[in-house]
């Protein structure tokens, strides 16, 4: 309780609804701890059953039946260290649970129990007052101080929430297993080991080839990672209006979805007439993109349609996304006095030439560069439709050619 206030604002940054992001901003700062104290009480109780004889008696339940017991009280602290934060930011930001937020959480407590049997297997073997606190340490630092390391694979396989989610994104498959796979192999090779008194080394040849096949398997899934934790987009549910174009938008913003359809339209309309582009099959929200953002397409037009309807500026929003280049690195000025000519066709003019007078009280260098581009804006403006038309398709052109 005390751990998720002091970090209140991880759990307070922007989520726009998405419980996703509202359990990884919850739970991320202290799965490392969770994880620490699940495999320092194990190693204890596995030292406690061990003083008590519990295995040498003539009992009827077997080893693994014992262990099961002893073990649920451990999961249910380490579940609730995890769970109640997670359940506290829900309340906290009045987001509702979804199944995708619930399977994040699922993940971390399928770790604490692979971080019980490891614990098992070290208490079985060594003195836990020596052991249990220093398998607690190394399972903080392991996870804990991942992101410090020099080797991207060593964070993405620990089972740490790292980074924020963006809205729309999740884990991929192998991010989520990955971790799993590791410490599972781990754990499953631990508790071979004490689990019967019978055939000692066959159990540990078993156990070595199941950690040793483990642990490249695991890594074989995430050495291609960069820094970041790889994600799919997408994945918040959309509400969909309308025809020529349809509007998609997030759920959470889906209210005032009759009203950037009726702008979407009127928008495009003028943007046809204008001679720049056909009317788009889809105008969607970029919200869902999370941090790869994809570039508009002559059918798909992407917008800050969420942003858009809250700061006021929807139609602005949607000019803009009409316009793309054909190169990933246009240039920049030509870039600018292209977005100026689209904005004011749409009647957004007066917006886009706030942003450039930002952009020019920056350096000398920019306030020139702004009033050439207003100048060839305007200019090209007063020409006829047909002219306009082929100056702008030659912008687009000349942006690619003139890139760095």
């Given at each position: 309780?005390?751990?998720?206030?002091?970090?209140?604002?991880?759990?307070?940054?922007?989520?726009?609804?998405?419980?996703?992001?509202?359990?990884?901003?919850?739970?991320?700062?202290?799965?490392?701890?969770?994880?620490?104290?699940?495999?320092?009480?194990?190693?204890?109780?596995?030292?406690?059953?061990?003083?008590?004889?519990?295995?040498?008696?003539?009992?009827?339940?077997?080893?693994?039946?014992?262990?099961?017991?002893?073990?649920?009280?451990?999961?249910?602290?380490?579940?609730?260290?995890?769970?109640?934060?997670?359940?506290?930011?829900?309340?906290?930001?009045?987001?509702?649970?979804?199944?995708?937020?619930?399977?994040?959480?699922?993940?971390?407590?399928?770790?604490?129990?692979?971080?019980?049997?490891?614990?098992?297997?070290?208490?079985?073997?060594?003195?836990?007052?020596?052991?249990?606190?220093?398998?607690?340490?190394?399972?903080?630092?392991?996870?804990?101080?991942?992101?410090?390391?020099?080797?991207?694979?060593?964070?993405?396989?620990?089972?740490?929430?790292?980074?924020?989610?963006?809205?729309?994104?999740?884990?991929?498959?192998?991010?989520?297993?990955?971790?799993?796979?590791?410490?599972?192999?781990?754990?499953?090779?631990?508790?071979?080991?004490?689990?019967?008194?019978?055939?000692?080394?066959?159990?540990?040849?078993?156990?070595?080839?199941?950690?040793?096949?483990?642990?490249?398997?695991?890594y074989s899934m995430v050495q291609s990672w960069g820094a970041s934790t790889p994600v799919v987009t997408g994945a918040a549910p959309v509400v969909c209006t309308g025809k020529s174009p349809e509007v998609c938008m997030p759920e959470i913003s889906a209210a005032k979805l009759d009203f950037v359809h009726t702008q979407a339209v009127s928008v495009a309309r003028?943007?046809?007439?204008?001679?720049?582009?056909e009317t788009p099959r889809l105008i969607t929200d970029r919200l869902s993109d999370g941090r790869h953002q994809r570039s508009s397409t002559d059918a798909v037009w992407r917008a800050q349609l969420t942003a858009g309807v809250t700061r006021g500026d929807v139609r602005y929003q949607i000019a803009l996304s009409s316009l793309h280049f054909p190169c990933a690195?246009?240039?920049?000025?030509?870039?600018?006095?292209?977005?100026?000519?689209?904005?004011?066709?749409?009647?957004?003019?007066?917006?886009?030439?706030?942003?450039?007078?930002?952009?020019?009280?920056?350096?000398?260098?920019?306030?020139?560069?702004?009033?050439?581009?207003?100048?060839?804006?305007?200019?090209?403006?007063?020409?006829?439709?047909?002219?306009?038309?082929?100056?702008?398709?030659?912008?687009?052109?000349?942006?690619?050619?003139?890139?760095?």
């Amino acid at each position: 309780m005390l751990f998720y206030y002091f970090d209140n604002h991880i759990s307070l940054l922007p989520n726009h609804g998405y419980a996703p992001t509202v359990v990884v901003n919850a739970i991320g700062p202290i799965c490392a701890l969770a994880y620490a104290v699940t495999a320092t009480m194990a190693v204890w109780e596995m030292g406690r059953l061990k003083e008590g004889r519990v295995w040498d008696s003539p009992i009827v339940r077997t080893r693994l039946r014992v262990a099961i017991n002893a073990g649920v009280p451990i999961l249910l602290v380490s579940g609730l260290m995890l769970a109640l934060p997670a359940a506290l930011a829900f309340v906290q930001t009045g987001v509702r649970p979804t199944v995708s937020s619930l399977v994040l959480l699922g993940q971390q407590l399928l770790i604490c129990v692979a971080y019980i049997a490891i614990g098992y297997g070290v208490g079985f073997w060594t003195p836990r007052l020596i052991s249990a606190p220093i398998l607690g340490g190394l399972v903080y630092y392991f996870v804990a101080f991942s992101v410090a390391g020099y080797s991207y694979a060593w964070r993405h396989l620990v089972g740490y929430f790292f980074e924020p989610l963006m809205f729309g994104e999740l884990p991929t498959r192998n991010a989520l297993l990955a971790p799993l796979v590791l410490i599972g192999a781990v754990a499953v090779a631990s508790t071979l080991i004490w689990i019967s008194p019978r055939h000692l080394m066959l159990r540990c040849c078993v156990a070595a080839g199941i950690a040793v096949a483990g642990v490249p398997a695991a890594y074989s899934m995430v050495q291609s990672w960069g820094a970041s934790t790889p994600v799919v987009t997408g994945a918040a549910p959309v509400v969909c209006t309308g025809k020529s174009p349809e509007v998609c938008m997030p759920e959470i913003s889906a209210a005032k979805l009759d009203f950037v359809h009726t702008q979407a339209v009127s928008v495009a309309r003028e943007l046809k007439v204008a001679g720049i582009s056909e009317t788009p099959r889809l105008i969607t929200d970029r919200l869902s993109d999370g941090r790869h953002q994809r570039s508009s397409t002559d059918a798909v037009w992407r917008a800050q349609l969420t942003a858009g309807v809250t700061r006021g500026d929807v139609r602005y929003q949607i000019a803009l996304s009409s316009l793309h280049f054909p190169c990933a690195g246009p240039d920049q000025v030509i870039v600018h006095t292209a977005s100026l000519w689209v904005a004011t066709t749409a009647g957004e003019g007066p917006a886009y030439e706030k942003l450039l007078d930002r952009w020019a009280a920056r350096a000398d260098s920019n306030a020139a560069a702004v009033a050439e581009i207003k100048k060839q804006a305007r200019e090209a403006r007063a020409e006829s439709r047909d002219k306009q038309q082929a100056w702008y398709e030659k912008l687009l052109a000349d942006a690619c050619e003139e890139a760095p």
